[in-house]
């Protein structure tokens, strides 16, 4: 038995959760947490989050389905008649990606789980800077919903939310994961695509530019690499 | 086509819920929102969710489950190994039917939909000091989701949480509903029976005391009938 406290990562299964766990998994026991909700590659997501939790020996895991965020639509992600719009990084325009009020739907269950397992914390892997801007990915969020935790939560219950890489730029990601050696080869980032990475999504175009400014050869394979150096 | 706003109101089909509807009802156009968790008793709030949404004429309903509550546990309204305690109304104690962190998953689903829809406000019959001592029945605790919602949407997005009934007593919800002609009779409150309300458990108990000092008899019926006038 660890005597180490506990913590939930939430691991969707990319880069950036993965990291994530690198890091919590420095100093805490992990259970990790995975959500289905619906998204176009979520059988390929599970598929990684899976290889993540066996690479980090995590036995306590939970699998959730909230297919109501499918129900409930108004996002390119889980709503089939929204197209994917390819990669436009430097946009302010919140891409229709989004999936309205997402992470508040994630951390809520995760809260539920920690309070029920006794984690003292949770870690996602939200990145702020360099991101597609979704509102729910901001620090300022997560310091809103901690207060909601410390209200909502029985007197004795202690759980802070921690985002290790909200303030890193994607190349510094790729960096700290190959520092912590982080089976980056395991994550799965493609919005779109199942079998290979489409390359011009959101989601890895940001992931490639990341790799292209450290330098370092991403391990899985795209349909398209294009130079998002200058991006 | 209403020109009212919209508002989106969580309708578990309990007493609460309902005369919370019927508050919104003089102001707003309803989208109802029904959420089964595994609890109990389930079914038999799903009738009353769709008795109440027919009685208000609400087209907009959506029903969704998130039966991940039953899978984390932790409850006796969703754990069957964990017995539904009687009612010990004075107690200070967190009763066994507390479902870890509960409302801030209904609430996250609500928002999520809200921002699609355009609903400005979301209604919960949430319910403070006569109620059970959840921790996220507290005004406090709404007070902190509202401003996740502001850090956590979309810039031009407004979605406020309204809680009409949190500061009153069972009896004035009571007489409250009678007002506003509110069908009391096809809602349903008890924890743990489908067939007849058990008379006895936290929820039945808080129900009956509020009929009862109000003067009033309640229109469903109870397989055991105490006075609680002095709980």
Known sequence: MSNRDKAIVLVSGGMDSLVTAAIANEKYELSLLHINYGQRTQNRELKAFNGIADHYNADNRLVVSIEYLAQIGGSSLTDRSIEVSAADINS??????????????????????????????????????????????????????????????????????????????????????????APLELSWSCYKNEDIACGVCDSCALRLKGFQLAGIEDPIGYAVIRDYRNC
Chains 1, 2 share one sequence.
């Not at 702020?128 to 300022?140: A, F, K, T, V």
């Not at 809103?144 to 890193?168: C, D, H, Q, R, Y």
């Open 92 to 181: 302010k325009e919140i891409p229709t990606s989004y999936v309205p009020f997402r992470n508040a739907n994630m951390l809520s269950i995760a809260v539920s789980w920690a309070e029920v397992i006794g984690a003292s914390r949770i870690f996602i892997g939200a990145v702020e800077e360099d991101s597609s801007g979704y509102p729910d990915c901001r620090q300022i969020f997560y310091d809103a919903f901690n207060n909601v935790i410390e209200a909502g939560t029985k007197p004795m219950t202690s759980i802070i939310i921690e985002t290790p890489i909200i303030s890193l730029k994607k190349y510094e990601i790729v960096k700290r994961g190959i520092e912590l050696k």
